[in-house]
């Protein structure tokens, strides 16, 4: 019968790996997550993105200037932001790779997902990266408020949902432009309330949202100004969401952290959150004890992250229902990575082309651009999303030709066999294996099978 650790590790984590030994019990698995909180000094961060911007609007201005010169050392710039852009990326996968149970890593990518925000020029790509940095990681083991806080208070989330454009009808800067209109946006409030905090459908009004968007009023970001919220365009009075009154005094940041406070703490986000987590880590329709539990754990310690990451761990229903997850490229191709034997430097090593022909190409051909869901509402957990007949395809061509560029000499299939699955592998594959013609034949045999691409 395959272990705790075995069961964990692909569960709960990137699947195993020849170089590490995953936690034996749940409380070491959830106390290994602390390792995923921990920022290094080359980490992107919102400081670090707004100097570069700071710089970046002085080249941009001399270079529509129409000096040549300006143009291209603008042009040069944005190739260097361009590059820690993508070795932000590398150090995405290589922590991963090398987290001791990749439980934090799966936290740091699930969490980075249920509050979405996406880049698209430079700097907003490598806003993105420090939206991870400075709202996601901090607070892996925390509370969920503070969390919550963090990430719709962030620059990447207040541009991603237009908040920045969001203007108080009666406030001072639209009394200032009567013939401009600035109008009300009600994205971030809307999300706030759907996708982040009480979930879709749980008790709530659209005067609840338009009420939120009026509170909202006033965050906003600019590379050359302090802060991230401007009270002249902070709708004045109180606003009533969900029943309680917020506000009524000069506009302050203070009363948007009044709200995200008890939008944390709602009965409702608990029962959506604990839903949230049971998808992804264990089933597309989850055991309902499995989600009554996380709720009461979430209910009971105040959204203590940490006691719910213990009760993923303690948890039955990941032995219960082993394999009933489809893995999501980024899983997949980091769950390949460390069953062959790859560590963190060598992915950090990787060339911009090795980067795209190994990891990033075929990643977006199996359906997963990195950066890019479709949707506030972030990627897919369903397996039908994942298990397309071009998506299965592109697994089993990277299977095939990529990991003989990863490692030299390949691993002996066996032992990748045990490696990768443990006690996990099917009697039928481990049948096959054995028996495959040569040694890329077997090695693609494990990586495409049912048994690796399911956790």
């Known amino acids: 019968m395959p272990s705790y650790a075995e069961i964990a590790a692909i569960r709960l984590g990137f699947g195993l790996s020849p170089r590490l030994t995953p936690p034996a019990d749940p409380a070491g698995m959830a106390a290994s997550v602390a390792a995923a909180t921990r920022i290094g000094p080359q980490a992107v961060t919102l400081d670090k993105v707004r100097a570069w911007q700071d710089k970046g609007l002085d080249l941009g201005a001399a270079a529509r200037a129409g000096d040549p010169a300006a143009r291209d050392r603008d042009v040069a710039y944005r190739r260097r932001l361009g590059g820690i852009y993508r070795a932000a990326i590398q150090n995405r996968f290589a922590r991963a790779v090398d987290d001791h149970s990749g439980f934090g890593e799966r ?45 719709e208070i962030h620059p990447a989330m207040v541009r991603y949902l ?50 939120l968007a009026e509170l909202l009023t006033g965050l906003a970001y600019h590379p050359r100004q302090t802060g ?27 009363d948007i952290r009044g709200v995200i406070a008890d939008l944390a703490r709602h009965p409702a986000t608990a029962r959506h959150i604990a839903r949230k987590m049971a998808v992804h880590f264990v089933a597309d329709d989850p055991p309902q004890p499995l989600v009554d539990r996380l709720a009461a754990v979430f209910a009971d310690t105040g959204g203590d992250l940490g006691a719910m990451n213990l009760a993923l761990a303690e948890a039955p ?4 229902q082993f394999r009933q997850k ?5 899983d997949f191709l980091v769950a390949a990575l460390r069953g062959l034997g790859v560590d963190g430097r060598q992915v950090r090593d990787m060339k911009p082309g090795q980067l795209q022909r190994l990891l990033l190409q075929p990643m977006t051909a199996m359906g997963q651009a990195w950066g890019s869901p479709l949707g506030p509402d972030g990627w897919p957990e369903d397996q039908a999303a994942w298990a397309s007949p071009q998506g299965l395809a592109m697994r089993i061509t ?58």
């Open 162 to 211: 237009d908040q920045d454009r969001s203007v108080g009808p009666n406030s001072a800067r639209a009394r200032r432009n009567p013939d401009k209109p600035l109008g009300l946006n009600e994205n971030l409030a809307r999300e706030m309330i759907e996708l982040h905090s009480l979930g879709v459908g749980a008790d709530y009004s659209q005067q609840d949202v338009t009420q």
């Open 317 to 320: 229903e990941l032995r219960q």
């Open 107 to 151: 936290l740091v990518w699930f969490w980075a997902d249920h509050f979405t925000v996406t880049g698209g020029t430079v700097y907003w790509n490598l806003m993105t990266d420090a939206f991870v940095q400075d709202a996601i990681r901090p607070h892996l083991t925390g509370r969920f408020a503070d969390m919550m806080l963090a990430a």
């Open 326 to 330: 489809m893995r999501q490229p980024f």
């Open 398 to 455: 990277w299977a095939l030709s990529a990991p003989s560029r990863l490692t030299d000499p390949l691993p002996d299939a066996r032992q990748l066999l045990r490696a990768a699955l443990g006690d996990t592998a099917s009697e039928a594959l481990s049948w096959a294996v054995p028996r495959a013609e040569s040694q890329a034949e077997g090695v693609a045999l494990i990586l495409a099978s049912a048994d690796f691409n399911r956790r």
């Open 228 to 254: 991230i919220f401007r009270p002249g365009q902070a709708e004045p009075g109180a606003e009533t969401v969900l029943g309680a009154r917020y506000g009524g005094g000069r506009a302050s940041l203070d």
